[in-house]
């Protein structure tokens, strides 16, 4: 018990630190920028870069020391799929349950860069609202109306389809397809708008 005491403020100065480095270093590479235009190949290196390093550093200070991750042709699916399953070349999409505020950081350091879909609260947030914006989220409103929803299923297929068109270039699109977190000990139902273009 006293070594967990010991510990607990050096590891919430760093993930403190990872956290508060990772969000001055989005709004510097962000200044300036028209978010309705991709980065430059600069900002999107230093961008790349700065998803890679300082989410893993605050998942480091929080304990965790090493993250396992597969790649997605290291499983076979036609279990599941079908036997007259192929693999596809490329992939646009991700989908997982969303269980804590480590899954985030972990798809950030597995790509790179990801775009989430996201309720639009997050937007207005200051110093997160910019991060959202400059991994390309696509936000929307929970409470909005019918024809609203309908746009965003439209812009998660119209993306989907474009990194399919691009030969798989692009920044893929992860979807936590049950809208929210969630205890990890059973699947909430899942929102349509990720498998419509399948």
């Known amino acids: 018990m006293f070594g967990i005491v010991c510990i607990f403020p050096f590891r919430f100065i760093g993930m403190f630190f990872s956290v508060a480095t990772y969000l001055l270093l989005v709004q510097l590479i962000t200044i300036g920028h028209d978010f309705n235009k991709p980065f430059t190949k600069l900002r999107r290196v230093a961008f790349t ?35 007259d399953y192929n693999k596809p070349q490329y992939y646009a999409s991700s989908v997982s349950n969303h269980s804590a505020w480590t ?13 989430f879909v996201s309720k639009a609260s997050i937007k207005n947030t200051p110093l997160f609202g910019k991060v959202g914006m400059a991994l390309n989220t696509i936000f929307f409103d929970r409470v909005g109306s019918h024809e609203e929803k309908e746009k965003i299923v439209e812009e998660i297929s119209s993306r989907q389809q474009a990194i399919f068109a691009n030969k798989g270039e692009g920044v893929n699109l992860h979807i936590f397809p049950e809208g929210a977190t969630s205890n990890n000990t059973h699947l909430l139902p899942f929102k349509r708008g990720v498998f419509n273009a399948l």
């Open 49 to 83: 870069w700065t998803n890679k390093i300082f989410p893993r550093l605050a998942l480091l200070s929080a304990g965790y020391l090493r993250i396992k991750s597969h790649d997605l042709n290291d499983y076979d699916y036609s279990h599941w799929l079908g036997k």
């Open 103 to 115: 899954d985030l950081f972990i798809m950030l350091i597995r790509s790179g860069g990801v775009s």
